[in-house]
């Protein structure tokens, strides 16, 4: 007998459609539970809710991210269709290369950035990198080859501002609720992720690769107008600019921790990515219906990360959670290898998506908190842009090494490696300290406007 998760060339889904009419009813039952599960202290402490400045930095810089990764993530599931209908996109390392080459230079230009948002202000350097990114984005959309295709991307990665917007958000949030507002912006990550794998391939029926690289110039523009008029003011600068920061402090072992873990974080998740589809496909699932898969359990795992990382980082047990999903993300990473031995099942891999999402997301939220945190005085855009330096080459390691893990090992070698990857940052992190919160003097709670 057939399996019912098995799907023949050209037969309808049977297993998507049915997720498709009873996901957001699952989630919005869910989400209503998550909302009535609040740690009691922060029904009656006003210090762990947030100001109506604290609210407003946090939807404006994340609404911005978000529409800037988006823009980013669209072209992923067409870009290696689209490119082989330009002069020169037959050949497939050129194309990688096209695709690649945006990773490699927001890895060259994090630090700088992040240096400039302490010395310069951080918006200045945001209205900077989105106004490079939206140019990128045209020259992309106007490429007649592969060749200009490459030097827009490397135009787009030119707009390296994920360490100003990380500082300028810590700057305007008190540690208490720090977390919680990086939570918005890292969360932004996956969620636009699952929502480009639904929307990239549907705009670019219709507009190609051109119409979404044009969108995604006209979301940079719009965010540049956020970043004026909705996002508050940034706090002033000191006479001279912030204070020079040793390079010494920007290495402390507290930071180092954050460093390689991120670091391993996104080359995992990258790595996973390599194999992931083709397994999302061995089960019955087809290409265009992938997104239904990935956008459901990011949902819910936004959930689980509600109900789990804002109350137990009040009640200081910010550290077992933490070394909780390092060590379930590890475990996820096994139950794939036994998976790919066999013929994976919808099921199991829907289920193994969704632990996944539940530890990458509160490690997402939480590492950039920690490393404002850590970071010396008047040198937090400077760490974080050596922080997102080291996000960037995760990316571009897990891309590249992961497939070439995938060619020479197989798919059971990739998964083992990510789990490998995952026993040394839980031993690194193993010695993590959490230190305290203690309010910022650039957000200072106003009860009045407490949340």
Request: aromatic share 10%.
């Amino acid at each position: 007998m057939r399996s019912q998760g098995v799907l023949t060339k050209g037969q309808p889904s049977i297993i998507v459609k049915p997720i498709r009419a009873r996901a957001w009813d699952t989630i919005s039952t869910l989400s209503a539970h998550a909302r009535t599960v609040t740690h009691p202290t922060a029904q009656t402490d006003p210090a762990s809710r947030m100001t109506a400045l604290e609210r407003r930095a946090s939807f404006s810089l994340a609404t911005v991210y978000a529409m800037r990764m988006l823009g980013l993530f669209m072209v992923l599931p067409v870009f290696a269709l689209e490119a082989r209908r330009y002069p020169g996109g037959e050949d497939a390392a050129a194309m990688g290369l096209a695709l690649g080459v945006y990773g490699l230079v927001q890895a060259l230009l994090q630090i700088p950035f992040g240096l400039a948002a302490d010395r310069w202000g951080r918006k200045r350097v945001m209205l900077l990198g989105l106004a490079l990114f939206a140019v990128g984005s045209l020259i992309a959309a106007g490429a007649g080859d592969l060749h200009t295709l490459a030097w827009g991307r490397a135009m787009q990665g030119c707009g390296a501002i994920s360490a100003a917007v990380s500082a300028l958000l810590a700057d305007q949030t008190r540690d208490v609720v720090r977390t919680k507002a990086l939570a918005l912006l890292g969360g932004s990550i996956g969620l636009m992720f699952a929502l480009s794998l639904v929307v990239g391939p549907w705009l670019s029926q219709w507009a190609g690769l051109p119409g979404l690289f044009n969108l995604t110039a006209v979301m940079a523009v719009a965010g540049m107008a956020m970043v004026v008029w909705w996002t508050p003011a940034e706090p002033p600068m000191p006479l001279g600019g912030a204070p020079r920061v040793r390079w010494a402090e920007l290495f402390n072992p507290d930071l180092l921790r954050l460093y390689v873990g991120v670091f391993v974080l996104y080359a995992v998740q990258f790595a996973t990515w390599v194999s992931m589809p083709a397994l999302l496909v061995q089960a019955g699932v087809l290409q265009a219906d992938h997104g239904w898969v990935y956008l459901p359990t990011v949902l819910l795992s936004f959930v689980f990360m509600g109900m789990t990382l804002f109350p137990m980082e009040r009640r200081g047990q910010l550290r077992p959670l933490f070394l909780a999903c390092i060590a379930g993300v590890m475990l996820v990473q096994l139950v794939l290898l036994w998976v790919s031995l066999g013929t994976a099942q919808l099921w199991v891999l829907a289920l193994l998506l969704f632990f996944f999402f539940c530890g990458f997301n509160v490690l997402e939220a939480s590492q950039p908190s920690l490393a404002s945190r850590f970071a010396p005085s008047g040198g937090r855009g400077s760490a974080l842009g050596v922080y997102n330096t080291l996000q960037s080459l995760g990316i571009f390691a897990g891309g590249a090494f992961g497939g070439w893990l995938a060619k020479g090992g197989g798919t059971p070698g990739l998964f083992l490696c990510c789990a490998l990857l995952m026993g040394v940052w839980l031993a690194v992190a193993w010695a993590m300290v959490v230190p305290p919160p203690h309010a910022s003097p650039a957000a200072t709670p106003d009860p009045a406007q407490a949340a």
